[in-house]
């Protein structure tokens, strides 16, 4: 049977004018409320009035209201009738009676109940938000102190306590000047473990006591028990790009609920999660990481038996967020041979208090103080690493950081390859165009080995990155490599070397000895280069080739036109009002014979040079010996040819370029071993 539903506009639950009350001993009617009598707006909302058997018709009460048609009343049983309404709205809010009446007499009024309806009243009712102070993390038996904030006035704060056992607290809003917003301050004590602590909290002005805002997000405080701890996990990895996204992992035992996130110092906890079947592991997802995710996290576990221990602390830390990027640079090169020591250097201008050396795998990590160098105003830290190891190959970067945010890190250096190399025969790097160039000039060096190597590397001393090939073979069997580094400018100059491998291998050969490219005019001005006693001399005699400069010169360089060794440095002296240095050179053979310059350049750009001095040609007259060297083979400062290098290191390149080794032509005047000796006997042939 159904029947029809009045509201009274009357206050204080009285029945409007022309309405017939009998009332009677009939049982006092309970009234109830489903889901519950906090809801949100378009939340169905359901009443139930329970009254006695007999009873005709049900009516419902709303205090200060409209008449409202509820969209259903169902009589249930002959003693409940339902009353629902679908889709609440502000005006819903209010307080609720029911009464029922049966043939001859009207029932008392039921208890009434309060709906309040939370809704976001743009201006007035604004989410607030709810925090644990100092933290969610509490004792058994603690106290807590939960602070619920809006940046919207109002008068007032409601909190909540969630679960069975339903508790509320009601405070007057205070005024913070410190962040302009209005706040209330809620004791709540004692807690324990037995059950879970779940809070929100809401606000609302006095005009309307049952509108209230929208509820807070859930707090629920975190407690340390005795049940088994759960492990926590992070993937890819605990450094972590800015913007990227990570997934933390918290593992409880097979009868857990729920796992809880918690960043160490936040007021708040970061998430709650149940956890995933079979592995019964909760899945924390960061789709992008910024700022605000680094820090120290562990996680908690709940089950009807209680809360778990917590885990361990796990550290994330956050990459990109200093957008000054260090520099690393590995003194004196990339490649170390295998129990040597190595030194990784990194450098920034930013003052950062600390640096980072991390290898890509993330097994190797260490953390310096930075040094302020006073005479380029850089910061940096040395990292030494050894005794070397195979497990040492691979890709470092390095960062830097300041001491109050341990989990900001700059940008990462570019990667730095380190390679280890074996104990294997050295190299011969060569170069086609001279030592000397001009800008704009092309070169090329050529590594060159009687081993038969896969690949081969060249790499600039100071840089971070090898240049590779593959090898070329000849035919007496011998392998190089050409490196076309192009038209020369002032960053080409400096000091290279290069390595050979094999396929079958990661470990590289020991290296070349360095080979020295100058570029020459970079500094404006042109030293002056003179011979005493005079520009022809006999052998047996002595020479001194003086090269002087008005102009500041820390080191000179004298170099021989289409010499194929290294040019000679000295060092300076400042002597009757100019810089000058002496090149003296005992008992003179005709190997000296040729067309001289000087350069000059300073220590802070060793590599460097001025513009060419005017050249000089020294002569040798006289015969030359059977048993002489060929004048276009000068000696070194070692007084050796420079033939022996390729002889001692067993490399030759190919046949082309036998004259940039320094080898004279047949006959032999210096001892191979037979391997190489029968190789350039083919090619001579």
């Not at 993330?362 to 103080?369: A, G, M, N, V």
Request: proline fraction near 6%.
């Amino acid at each position: 049977m159904m029947f029809s539903f009045r509201a009274l506009l009357c206050l204080g639950l009285t029945l409007c004018p022309g309405t017939t009350v009998l009332t009677g001993t009939l049982p006092k009617p309970v009234l109830r409320a489903q889901p519950e009598l906090v809801v949100s707006k378009q939340t169905n909302v359901t009443f139930l009035c329970e009254g006695t058997t007999g009873a005709k018709e049900y009516f419902i009460y709303k205090e200060g209201s409209q008449y409202t048609q509820f969209t259903e009343i169902v009589l249930k049983s002959g003693n409940k009738a339902e009353f629902s309404i679908t889709k609440t709205e502000q005006h819903h809010a209010g307080r609720y009676q029911c009464r029922y009446r049966t043939h001859h007499e009207w029932s008392e009024y039921s208890d009434s109940l309060e709906l309040v309806v939370t809704a976001s009243l743009l201006g007035a009712h604004n989410k607030p938000s709810l925090s644990a102070q100092p933290s969610p993390v509490v004792t058994e038996g603690g106290n807590v102190t939960l602070q619920c904030d809006s940046w919207q006035q109002c008068d007032r704060f409601i909190l909540t306590k969630e679960g069975p056992q339903k508790l509320s607290w009601i405070l007057n809003s205070q005024y913070n000047s410190l962040t302009g917003g209005f706040q209330a301050l809620f004791s709540v004590g004692s807690v324990n473990s037995s059950q879970r602590w779940t809070f929100q909290c809401y606000s609302n002005n006095l005009s309307v006591p049952l509108l209230w805002s929208e509820p807070s997000d859930p707090l629920e405080l975190l407690f340390s028990g005795t049940l088994h701890k759960p492990t926590i996990k992070v993937d890819p990895g605990s450094v972590i790009a800015s913007r990227s996204a990570v997934t933390i992992w918290c593992q409880g035992t097979l009868d857990t609920e729920i796992c809880v996130l918690h960043k160490e110092g936040s007021p708040q906890y970061w998430g709650t999660q149940t956890p995933e079947k079979p592995e019964n592991k909760a899945k924390f997802s960061i789709p992008s990481v910024t700022q605000q995710h680094g820090g120290q996290y562990r996680c908690y576990c709940y089950s009807s038996a209680g809360w778990s221990e917590h885990s361990d602390i796990l550290e994330i830390v956050v990459t990109g967020i200093h957008t000054y990027k260090p520099s690393l640079l590995a003194l004196p090169g990339p490649v170390a041979t295998s129990g040597e020591n190595m030194t990784l250097q990194c450098v920034s201008l930013e003052a950062y208090g600390k640096f980072i050396l991390s290898k890509e795998d993330e097994k190797f990590s260490i953390s310096l103080d930075s040094q302020y160098i006073h005479h380029n105003g850089h910061y940096q830290a040395m990292f030494s690493i050894g005794p070397v190891t195979p497990v040492h190959r691979g890709t470092f970067r390095c960062y830097g950081y300041y001491t109050v945010t341990p989990q900001f890190w700059s940008l990462p250096s570019d990667p730095l390859e380190i390679h280890i190399s074996g104990l294997s025969k050295t190299l011969s790097l060569l170069s086609h165009q001279g030592h000397i160039l001009d800008p704009g000039k092309s070169l090329t060096l050529q590594c060159c080995s009687d081993i038969n190597y896969d690949r081969f590397a060249l790499y600039k001393v100071g840089t971070i990155n090898f240049t590779q090939h593959h090898h070329k073979w000849t035919q007496a069997g011998l392998s190089l490599a050409n490196f076309t580094l192009g038209s020369v400018n002032s960053s080409t100059g400096g000091q290279y070397i290069c390595y050979g491998a094999h396929n079958l291998s990661s470990e590289w050969s020991a290296s070349s000895d360095t080979l020295d490219i100058l570029i020459s005019g970079q500094l404006p001005f042109t030293p002056f280069l003179s011979v005493k006693p005079n520009s022809t001399v006999h052998p047996g005699d002595n020479v001194t080739l003086l090269c002087w400069s008005r102009e500041s010169v820390n080191t000179f360089i004298l170099y021989k036109e289409e010499a194929v060794y290294q040019p000679q440095r000295l060092k300076s002296k400042f002597q009757d009002q100019h810089f000058q240095a002496e090149f003296s050179v005992s008992a003179v053979t005709s190997a000296i014979s040729g067309s001289y310059r000087c350069y000059g350049s300073r220590n802070s750009s060793p590599f460097l040079l001025s513009y060419a001095s005017a050249p000089v040609e020294l002569i040798v007259s006289g015969s030359i010996g059977a048993s002489s060297p060929p004048p276009s083979r000068p000696m070194t400062s070692a007084g050796k040819y420079q033939g022996h290098q390729c002889r001692e290191s067993r490399n030759v390149p190919e046949v082309s370029d036998w004259s940039l080794c320094g080898l004279p032509p047949a006959p032999l005047h210096i001892h191979l071993p037979p391997s190489l000796k029968k190789a350039f006997v083919q090619i001579q042939e």
